[in-house]
């Protein structure tokens, strides 16, 4: 009787595991992704919660740091803050206690109070000239997002330009190959997008996979799992919002552009209505 029950008891067993690892594959891709993501968000919000540290963190955007003629180029000039506003900008974080972190520290949980992350997109050679020199003033830390076929070419930074900045603690990542808008490639093409840049990044800088920029903001399912199923563990796009570690997807993490159109006055109004 005893031995019945012990058998039944690991049948029981059995079917619970069974029933907990199938139910995700039983529900919609959607679903079965939301359901993923919450179990990992428990998982990710507890840690969190042992630290005693925000869940929510301003992921800011730039792209280039240079001086544009706004009735020359307007479209280049909203896409710029000129090196002036960037000073200006880098200063009111010191003065407000700011710390910025890496998207690594994420993971790690190394979320201070008052941390901020800063993008660059595009690997832009005024990130090297203009920006970085401003960041180091302020002992600032930056992520900057690396299109690998660009690499060297028509004011991108160049490998040398890049392994400065690795050396400095600028974290490298991710912009894929080509700069492609990824929602609109077949698998093949995708795949070779991602692992492409993947094995430039670990071949000339030593980048594992792990934080990735979706060109021109875009993705879609099949782009998410290629990033999920290459190790990437973070990935941004250019939702406009600010992260909430411990209810968003960290694959698809929203960010707060910063541009020629917000100046000091208007990054200070963004800034300050999130507190
Ligand atoms: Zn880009």
């Given at each position: 009787m005893a031995l019945m029950r012990k058998k039944h008891l690991s049948f029981g067993v059995i079917i619970s595991l069974l029933f907990v690892f199938l139910l995700p594959f039983s529900l919609s891709f959607k679903n079965r992704t939301a359901l993923l993501s919450a179990l990992t968000n428990v998982i990710s919000y507890d840690n969190f919660a042992d630290l005693n540290v925000t869940t929510k963190v301003p992921i800011l955007m730039y792209h280039y740091i240079r001086d544009v003629d706004k009735n020359f180029d307007p479209m280049g000039w909203r896409l710029s803050t000129s090196p002036y506003f960037f000073e200006e900008q880098m200063k009111y974080l010191k003065e407000n206690g700011y710390t910025t972190i890496n998207l690594k520290d994420l993971e790690d949980g190394k979320v201070p109070e008052k941390a901020i992350v800063l993008t660059f997109d595009d690997g832009l050679e005024d990130f090297y000239t203009t920006a970085f020199p401003i960041l180091q003033k302020y002992g600032f830390t930056a992520s900057n997002t690396v299109i690998t076929n660009m690499?060297?070419?028509?004011g991108h930074m160049t490998i040398e330009q890049l392994r400065a900045c690795a050396r400095a603690g600028i974290e490298l990542i991710s912009h894929s190959k080509s700069h492609f808008s990824m929602s609109s490639l077949g698998k093949e093409k995708l795949e070779s997008e991602v692992y492409d840049a993947a094995d430039f990044l670990r071949n000339n800088l030593r980048i594992e996979p792990f934080g990735f920029v979706y060109p021109s903001g875009k993705y879609n399912k099949l782009v998410i799992k290629t990033l999920r199923e290459s190790g990437y563990k973070i990935a941004l796009t250019t939702n406009e919002g600010e992260a909430d570690l411990s209810d968003d997807d960290w694959l698809i993490l929203p960010r707060i552009r910063v541009d020629n159109r917000n100046g000091i006055l208007g990054f200070k109004k963004k800034l300050e209505e999130l507190l």
């Open positions: 690499v060297g070419r028509n």
